[in-house]
């Protein structure tokens, strides 16, 4: 069956460092992809998604980009912030026109110091 | 666009009684809502599907007559803990899809529900 493994967490960076998030995915078919944010407390967010092999998904300087040779969907970002601590889960969904039950990652826990 | 409400945000209640959450999507009509239990620092566990106007599909070793899930209209599903007890405390998020959503398979979650019992 599909499945999402994910980097284990926490991840503890200093403001403005570099932030990659592991994902690498297991599916059938040709699965849609996505980044969640879940701020403290609160339900999930959709960051960014992708649907087809070499698409860069792309959201407040967060970037993942679909690789089907790899089956990754690493996160990045350039410069984190200490608003960016959240827990983070990679997902994927089935193709249009499929059961949509979505997997998810475990989640990976991102605590940015000042 | 794409809104998922959640009623209440929190709720702490007495071992034995039953809490019914609401899920509404407020600006888009959703055949499919999806209820989900996280546990703390581990991911979202599907609980079940819920079709509108249809019972709702539960997943393996989640017991319906414990939790009732009832989804009567397009904006609305909600999912009543019975009897509840200390072991069902937990953070319950519900998602929706968007009926004219084609394409991409895409979920907007409410912001979840806080469920204590004492």
Known sequence: GDSVTQMEGPVTLSEEAFLTINCTYTATGYPSLFWYVQYPGEGLQLLLKATKADDKGSNKGFEATYRKETTSFHLEKGSVQVSDSAVYFCALSDPPGGSYIPTFGRGTSLIVHP | ?118
């Open chain 2, 1 to 118: 666009g794409a809104v998922v409400s959640q009623h209440p945000s929190r709720v702490i209640c007495k071992s034995g009684t039953s809490v019914k959450i609401e899920c509404r999507s407020l600006d888009f009509q959703a055949t499919t809502m999806f209820w989900y239990r996280q546990f703390p620092k581990k991911s979202l566990m599907l609980m079940a599907t819920s079709n509108e106007g249809s019972k709702a599909t539960y997943e393996q070793g989640v017991e319906k007559d414990k939790f009732l899930i009832n989804h009567a209209s397009l904006t609305l599903s909600t999912l009543t803990v019975t009897s509840a007890h200390p072991e069902d405390s937990s953070f319950y998020i519900c998602s929706a899809r968007d009926k004219m959503g084609q394409g991409v398979n895409e979920q907007f979650f409410g912001p979840g529900t806080r469920l204590t019992v004492l």
